[in-house]
């Protein structure tokens, strides 16, 4: 399994050159499985970039773990919707109210963005994504409501040899007097249960949790206290604060590789890079 | 890297609602049970430690058949309330919230007039999770 990094930031692009090692592109990944199945995980302004290495005609699935607009803010740009061969399936959190498209529709249309969804040259469809387990073409995908504001899923893929699992906007910590845990009530575990990379929200430091309890984010050392007590083998930082700059991330992740001590590989979420698990 | 392949062997997480719901009850002062969607016992807070005479530590989790054996509700009556009667046995039954007043004994023998409201919880896409009961003792009238 391939899994690329296109947008590692989180709440807004923050492109610069105070930014530039750890990237300014919001919440994007790409999973390829061994079969060439592809899913692309939220969309956030780093799927411009990745749909523009799609030449040839395709399935590509796009699984949004919520709507918040760093997630959903590069969808318009993303070229393989404008192209009538491709066949693009965007799954996302359900609703008992409104539809999936109803819901895109609101930021996807005039007069916030110039085309309309219904206007989109791809065959375009839109699902809810079923809580537990389905198929996309080789691979399984696990979808689990996670902590954090509104609707929120976290994705656990796995090609039947690796598994990956994904929580870029995850506040496990939330009402909670220490973590971790127990597992049995710990948000996000099962997902991260034993994966081979955890890619995790890691937005803030212990000080400015403080100050954000209920935003939906974790601290660093909130995701290296769930790999750990997930058995996850390898956590990859993420959604990164748009005010911390790299040495600002770099100094972070050196507290996480600290807490992490030998228990689990603690790595920096960096935009373009590709892990092979 | 070997990993883990399809299957998941470590799934042991309740869902997200209910870890919610229980950190909510955490924090309140007003008695709470929280159930699965099956009736069986997943946690009561501090305050209804009070009115069940015992500590959830001590107690733990329960199955829905060993939780009715430990405490029991009769009516206004006195009589015993049937096994599919609890205002929680029905909340999660029939989908509904559920207001009752009752006797309770608890786990330590003592018998309280309280009243009941429970309410199912229902997660993403509408499913049941399980439900939750508050108690509120019953004032004089």
């Known amino acids: 399994m391939r899994v690329c990094l296109w947008g590692t930031r989180g709440s807004i692009a923050s492109a610069g050159p105070e930014t530039v090692r750890y990237g300014g592109n919001t919440a994007c990944a790409e999973v390829e499985g061994r079969d060439g199945t592809i899913v692309v995980l939220d969309a956030g302004t780093g799927v411009r970039r990745v749909g523009n290495t799609y030449h040839e005609p395709r399935r590509l699935d796009i699984l949004l773990t919520h709507l918040h607009m760093d997630h959903i803010q590069g969808l318009g740009f993303f070229a393989p919707l404008f192209q009538k061969d491709f066949e693009v399936h965007v799954w996302g959190p359900p609703s008992t109210t409104q539809d999936l498209r109803t819901r895109l529709t609101r930021y996807l249309s005039p007069p916030l963005f110039p085309v309309r969804l219904r206007d989109v040259a791809a065959r375009l469809e839109l699902h809810d994504a079923p809580m537990g387990r389905f198929e996309i073409g080789g691979l399984a995908v696990t979808a689990q409501t996670v902590i954090h504001p509104g609707q929120t899923l976290g994705y656990r893929i796995s090609d039947g040899e690796s598994a990956m699992a994904y929580l870029p906007d995850h506040e496990p910590a939330l009402g909670v007097d220490e973590m971790p845990t127990s597992a049995d009530w710990t948000s996000g575990h099962d997902l991260a249960a034993g994966v081979d990379l955890l890619v995790h929200d890691a937005q803030y430091t212990a000080d400015e949790y403080a100050q954000r309890v209920g935003w939906g984010h974790s601290r660093v050392s909130d995701a290296v206290d769930l790999a750990r007590m997930s058995g996850a083998r390898r956590l990859v930082t993420f959604h990164h604060d748009p005010a911390h700059n790299d040495e600002t991330l770099d100094d972070m992740l050196a507290g996480a590789q600290a807490r992490a001590a030998d228990a689990l590989e603690v790595l920096p979420g960096r935009e373009g890079q590709t892990f092979r698990i | ?141």
């Open chain 2, 1 to 141: 890297m070997q990993g883990t392949g399809w299957h998941n062997p470590h799934m042991a997480q309740h869902d997200v609602g209910l870890i919610l719901m229980r950190q909510l009850a955490s924090g309140l002062d007003v008695p709470m049970l929280l159930a699965d969607e099956n009736g069986d016992l997943l946690f009561f807070n501090e305050p209804a430690e009070v009115l069940l005479g015992q500590r959830f530590d001590d107690v733990g989790e329960l199955p829905l058949d060993e939780r009715r054996a430990m405490f029991a509700f009769r009516d206004e009556a006195g009589n015993p309330v049937p096994p599919d009667q609890p205002p929680l046995v029905v909340a999660l039954r029939e989908r509904r919230p559920v207001h009752r007043r009752v006797w309770m004994r608890g786990f330590d023998g003592t018998d309280h007039e309280i009243e009941v409201t429970a309410f199912p919880l229902l997660g993403g896409g509408g499913h049941l999770i399980g439900g939750v009961a508050m108690f509120w003792v019953a004032k004089k009238a």
